[in-house]
């Protein structure tokens, strides 16, 4: 229960490192191996805390070679289609179609008003090799949709994010399967965000290594794009400069301690090397005081940390993308039969791009400039794609589908709420914020979006049939 508490509150899959969401089972932390050998199992870190650095100028050529050879090595005679929308899955669709056809896919709903379907028709028409395919949305296509019947959901070993958006994601798959041969590969941009840019949380790393002028310039750069202060902006940057990891979680479980806070997006408050998110603030007082003495027990524990705030996050937010592509995935493959590809995921992928300190990923001047250098002048891309500094989203359908659907989420984390049967949240303030969504007033959706795929996950797992594995005489068996 504890792990589930930290998975709500943090987000950050390796806060309580070893503690899995399952009695009895111990996790496997991120950049870790399990090793099964005769004396048993252990667990080895394989990955560095802290990746070597190199320039952007230096790492263009690695990630552009990484990128290709994660697209080549699932490019093998099945039929491929691809996500055509932001520029991270456009590159994965460009790369593809080099070496065969592809059914390029764009969710082109109405609603959105963004620029996606306008850049990929254009991009379908320059790049030989892409066939497009616009999905239009409807009604049903907004996210919560579906969840009065949780039996059409794939069950995962963890709460995941897509049960949320299935209904968007399974029209997608159905129109790869109306035009393609036969199940195959669907590439998609998941985690490039996190690995193409960064946090602007990294500027409490310049702060802390005294590389003042760089941070002054950033600031100010943060500062024009988000139409405030930089007084502001340093404002935000200054607490998680002044500490580390251990520090920071001693801090956090201070502040459980004490009473809730009231909402305010989380993009105004303080950086923070493990945010504590809104949900933490609909805690019932014991589930808080249990998830700070964990929190100050992990603290203790701490053995290799990472010295930068942008390292740390951006390896946790790897962790927890893996995770909830790793339900996409299974989505994919119980619907359709269509194996899901997020090579930004890759760890060679990883380890080409987050070898590029944050601060030249994440330059707010350009966006997403490790991806131009890598593929500037080299015909994969599109002149237009990489000039391109807009990036759609799906707010409009989050609160649509928060107001079309608020009696089923008012009956998922009412009364019969299996998270409050636990103990782990109270129910009035979800019903406040629930309340505050269905009129379309600002709200934590970000927490109500964990919220609900913890309390799916949980009825899930309890309505499932169980597996257990026994010894029957030389033979394993499974019932």
């Known amino acids: 229960m504890t792990a589930l508490a930290a998975h709500l509150a943090f987000g950050q899959p390796d806060v309580l490192a070893g503690r899995s969401l399952f009695r009895d089972v111990k996790r496997v932390p991120g950049g870790h191996l399990l090793l099964l050998g005769p004396g048993g199992a252990t667990v080895e870190r394989y ?61 082109a709903d109405e609603r959105l008003r963004d620029d996606d379907l306008t850049f990929a028709a254009r991009t379908a028409a ?22 009065d019947d949780l039996s059409a959901l794939p ?83 200054r607490p998680a400069s002044r500490t580390g990891l251990a520090g920071a979680w001693w801090q956090t479980a201070a502040e459980l301690r004490g009473p809730a806070r ?31 003495t964990a929190l100050d027990d992990a603290a203790g524990a701490l053995t290799h940390t990472p010295a930068r ?47 590029v300190p944050a601060d030249e990923r994440g330059a707010p001047g350009t966006y997403k400039p490790l991806l131009d250098a890598a593929f500037a002048g080299r015909r994969v891309l599109p002149g237009f794609v990489l000039a391109r500094t807009t990036k759609g989203g799906f707010n409009a359908l989050a609160y649509a589908g928060l107001r079309d659907h608020a009696p089923v989420l008012k009956d998922l984390l009412g009364p019969s709420s ?21 009129v379309g007033q600002p709200t934590a959706q970000g927490a109500l979006h964990m919220m609900v795929t913890a309390e799916v996950w949980l009825r899930q797992h309890n309505a499932a049939p169980a597996t ?12």
């Open 155 to 237: 069950v995962t070993d963890a709460p995941n994010a897509y049960v949320v958006t299935a209904s968007i994601k399974r029209a997608v798959l159905d129109t790869v399967a109306a035009n393609t041969p036969g199940p195959g590969v669907h590439f998609t941009g998941a985690a490039g965000d996190a690995v193409l840019s960064a946090p602007s949380s990294y500027l409490a790393d310049l702060l802390r290594e005294r590389r003042h002028r760089r941070a002054l310039q950033h600031v100010l750069a943060h500062a024009r794009l988000r139409h405030t202060s930089a007084f502001h902006v340093l404002a935000r940057t």
């Open 47 to 107: 990955e560095p805390v802290s990746c070597p650095r190199a320039g952007l100028g230096e790492q263009a050529p690695v990630v552009r070679a990484a990128l290709a050879e994660a697209v080549a090595v699932r490019t093998d005679g099945r039929p491929v289609s691809a996500d055509l929308a932001g520029l991270d899955s456009t590159t994965l669709a460009c790369l593809a179609a080099q070496r065969g056809p592809v059914a390029a896919v764009t969710f």
């Open 418 to 438: 299996q998270l409050a049967a636990l103990g782990l949240v109270t129910e009035q303030p979800i019903a406040d914020a629930l309340a505050r969504a269905a």
């Open 262 to 292: 009231n909402w305010i997006p989380q993009a105004q408050r303080p950086f923070a090397w493990t945010p504590l998110l809104a949900s933490a603030d609909w805690m019932t007082h014991g589930a808080r005081l249990m998830l700070a």
């Open 468 to 479: 257990w594995w026994e010894e029957a005489g030389s033979r394993v068996a499974t019932a």
């Open 309 to 355: 705030l942008a390292e740390w996050s951006d390896r946790q937010d790897l962790a927890r993308l893996g995770a909830n592509t790793a339900g996409w995935r299974a989505l994919a493959l119980a619907g359709h039969g269509i194996e899901l590809a997020a090579p930004f995921l890759d760890n060679e992928v990883i380890r080409a791009c987050l070898a």
């Open 126 to 147: 320059t790049v030989p090799g892409l066939t497009h395919h616009a999905v239009p949305g409807a009604a049903g296509t907004v996210y919560y949709a579906g969840l």
